[in-house]
């Protein structure tokens, strides 16, 4: 299954990913960079950056600075990632920034009970977050 990530909400995005590859299927999530996070700017960008500093060089916790990364991130906390099961379930998904040449022809689904509401006034995209944090995007 390949999901466009365009204009989906980063968290029910991963919820449903997340239930469908416990369930055992393959999913491919393209256009990661496009993905929303609910809420103001610059509380949004202040967590991000918060969480990005936190801790030491050598020991935890690390953030990527990548939408892809950072989508991929969000599902595996939503998974039972220290378990077998979790683990498993964790292999089958796949982010990318933009839609690689390889799924550019097949069928790209999108999942519409994770599509932003248009009563939501404050959000932002990834990528603005992920430029403020320090990604070259």
Same mark, same amino acid.
């Given at each position: 299954?390949?999901?466009?990530?365009?204009?989906?909400?980063?968290?029910?995005?991963?919820? +449903?990913?997340?239930?469908?590859? !416990?369930? @055992?299927? *393959?999913?491919? =999530?393209? +256009?990661?960079?496009?993905?929303? !996070?609910? @809420?103001? *700017?610059?509380? =949004?960008?202040?967590?991000?950056?918060?969480?990005?500093?936190?801790?030491?060089?050598?020991?935890?916790?690390?953030?990527?600075?990548?939408?892809?990364?950072?989508?991929?991130?969000?599902?595996?906390?939503?998974?039972?990632?220290?378990?077998?099961?979790?683990?498993?379930?964790?292999?089958?998904?796949?982010?990318?920034?933009?839609?690689?040449?390889?799924?550019?022809?097949?069928?790209?689904?999108?999942?519409?009970?994770?599509?932003?509401?248009?009563?939501?006034?404050?959000?932002?995209?990834?990528?603005?977050?992920?430029?403020?944090?320090?990604?070259?995007?």
């Amino acid at each position: 299954m390949i999901i466009d990530g365009t204009d989906l909400v980063l968290g029910r995005l991963a919820s +449903n990913v997340a239930k469908k590859a !416990l369930l @055992g299927e *393959k999913i491919i =999530i393209v +256009n990661c960079e496009n993905v929303i !996070l609910t @809420g103001t *700017k610059e509380n =949004i960008i202040a967590e991000y950056k918060r969480f990005r500093d936190m801790g030491y060089v050598y020991k935890g916790p690390f953030m990527s600075k990548f939408p892809d990364r950072i989508v991929r991130r969000t599902i595996r906390g939503m998974l039972p990632h220290k378990k077998s099961r979790g683990r498993d379930a964790f292999k089958n998904i796949m982010c990318f920034m933009g839609t690689p040449l390889k799924y550019k022809h097949e069928k790209i689904e999108t999942i519409e009970q994770a599509k932003l509401k248009q009563t939501v006034i404050k959000y932002i995209s990834l990528k603005v977050v992920c430029n403020a944090i320090g990604a070259k995007i």
